[in-house]
């Protein structure tokens, strides 16, 4: 078992210890190909949640400042984890996110940048556009509704690929992107609140 396995059945455990966990349509991730996976952001557990609901490994981006916690700087890249640079374009982590979908894998993305302190769902930044419109990967949104609080329910929700094809061929702004795929994000979290 790798690492990453390893730390999926680790995480798959201690969250469904904590919380009711229950995963919707993670069916509706494609088997194969590039796929950028798009959630919403209300707590620290989200990168791990979401890694446990995906049928697929995923490689999240994950803020910098992490990286150079001694434990974290050697496990987090074997947990297929890279640093991004908040606040300013960070070329690397967008070379980065671009070879993990073109080489066939799951890029995981929370579009907001930054965790929802209210729990509402907030305005998506242009990165997650930019991975969109630059590379073929199917767009995935995923919610994430619930309280983070003991044996209380989380639910995560993976909804139907995105068809980007009209923007692509409009040549649309990151920015427009990402505020179709924050629409969506936003639409599966009402259907299931």
């Known amino acids: 078992m790798n690492l990453y396995n390893f730390g999926k059945t680790l995480c798959s455990t201690l969250l469904h210890s904590f919380y009711k966990v229950e995963i919707i349509d ?22 791990p949640l979401v890694g ?31 640093p991004v ?9 967008l070379k980065t996110g671009l070879q993990v ?33 630059k590379s073929d990967a199917v767009i995935v949104p995923c ?6 609080k003991f044996r209380r329910k989380i639910k995560i929700i993976f ?6 094809n ?3 061929e409009q040549k649309a702004t990151a920015q427009e992107a990402t505020s179709l795929i924050m629409e969506h994000i936003k639409h599966l979290k009402a259907q299931h609140l």
């Open 26 to 47: 993670a069916g509706k991730m494609p088997k194969t190909g590039g796929v950028l996976l798009c959630a919403n952001h209300i707590h620290n557990f989200d990168p």
């Open 101 to 133: 979908l073109r080489s066939g894998r799951v890029l995981g993305l929370f579009p907001e940048g930054t965790r929802s302190k209210t729990g509402e769902t907030g305005e998506g930044l242009a990165g997650a556009g930019f991975f969109a419109l």
């Open 159 to 164: 909804g139907d690929p995105i068809d980007f």
């Open 52 to 82: 446990v609901a995906s049928p697929r490994e995923v490689h999240f981006m994950a803020k910098a400042e992490i990286f150079s916690v001694p434990v974290l700087k050697t496990l987090l890249p074997r947990l297929n984890a890279f």
């Open 143 to 148: 919610a994430i509704v619930g309280e983070y």
């Open 166 to 168: 009209a923007l692509r």
């Open 85 to 93: 640079k908040r606040g300013m374009s960070d070329k690397t982590a």
